[in-house]
């Protein structure tokens, strides 16, 4: 290799491209989703590190937990998990399922939806490792394109999180912990059993 050839990928990387990852969740100690959407995350960053390195691109990864209606509605999320490359989320339409994990969280008789992936016409529970280096590497080497949104953009917060929120103990500082609110009590009663501990000084399983 030339010297000036090493001169110009010198200026290449020098002055980096940027892309940034949003990844927001409604929780990640307990619901499965979330998770192992965290995880492969996660991997499939691993897998594009050095394609990444070599095309001059740095990632700015964010973490978001989303724990109010206030949050959902600032950050645009209407359904978790969500992963979002340059403000386009990955997922190209939305679909949910009934998630057991944050059922349980919540404690509404309802139950708490969470998104199904679907990717090369599977679908999945968690966002595959596939899909996201494929989300990742086509924003990679594809022409920049005008933002357009896919997804079905709501006026306000979905009643399937504003439930969740309602219902979820966000904070068990003066409850028991959240494995033990697991079986402490069945899920439809959860809300007399454990209550709110921003609401309740004690917990109603213990």
Excluded at 34 to 45: F, H, P, R, S, Y
Excluded at 47 to 68: P, R, T
Excluded at 71 to 92: C, E, M, Q, W, Y
């Amino acid at each position: 290799m030339t010297t000036q050839t090493l001169n110009a990928s010198n200026e290449r990387l020098s002055g980096r491209r940027k892309i940034d990852i949003d990844f927001l969740f409604l929780d990640l100690k307990t619901c499965t989703r979330c998770v192992g959407t965290d995880q492969n995350l996660e991997k499939a960053l691993t897998a594009v590190e050095q394609v990444l390195h070599f095309s001059g691109v740095e990632v700015n990864l964010n973490k978001v937990l989303i724990d109010s209606s206030e949050k959902a509605a600032a950050h645009g999320f209407f359904t978790s998990p969500t992963i979002r490359v340059n403000g386009r989320d990955i997922a190209l339409e939305t679909r949910e399922s009934k998630c057991d994990s944050c059922t349980d969280l919540c404690g509404c008789a309802e139950g708490t939806n969470c998104r199904v992936w679907l990717y090369r016409g599977q679908e999945y529970t968690e966002a595959p490792v596939a899909m996201i280096v494929e989300a990742i590497l086509q924003e990679v080497f594809q022409a920049p394109q005008p933002f357009t949104q896919t997804a079905p953009v709501y006026e306000d917060v979905p009643e399937n999180l504003k439930r969740f929120f309602a219902g979820a103990v966000l904070d068990t500082s003066s409850c028991c912990s959240p494995a033990k609110q697991q079986t402490c009590c069945e899920p439809a009663e959860k809300a007399s059993c454990c209550g709110n501990a921003y609401v309740q000084q004690s917990c109603g399983c213990q």
